[in-house]
């Protein structure tokens, strides 16, 4: 289960914006079933972040959407953001086996 957000930040929030990621995808990378979580910055608007993250199932990111890391990094969002999050939830139907 692979959960894609798209978010843009205020110029002036930029920079808080990618703390705020990067501190919840160290607590999330931590979360049973959590396979990858992953800030990206865009280089032509780097006020545009995606974020990435890959789930072991539904339960493992249910879980994650209810967390208090999460809700809380929510609760700022409205001051941070620009437009709300654009999120796009896919079904993983293929990924490298393990080493």
């Known amino acids: 289960m692979l959960l894609i957000a798209h978010l843009h930040s205020h110029p002036h929030t930029a ?3 990618a703390a705020t990621l990067c501190a919840l995808a160290t607590v999330s990378r931590a979360e049973a079933g959590c396979l990858s979580y992953t800030v990206h910055r865009r280089r032509d608007q780097p006020e545009v972040f995606v974020v990435c993250e890959l789930y ?3 339960a493992a990111c249910d879980a994650h959407l209810a967390s ?3 809700r809380q990094a929510l609760r700022r969002f409205d001051t941070l953001l ?3 999050p654009v999120l796009q939830m896919c079904d993983t139907i293929s990924m490298p086996s393990p080493l």
């Open 68 to 70: 208090a890391p999460l």
């Open 56 to 58: 072991r199932d539904q």
């Open 82 to 84: 620009s437009a709300p």
């Open 15 to 17: 920079d808080e914006l």
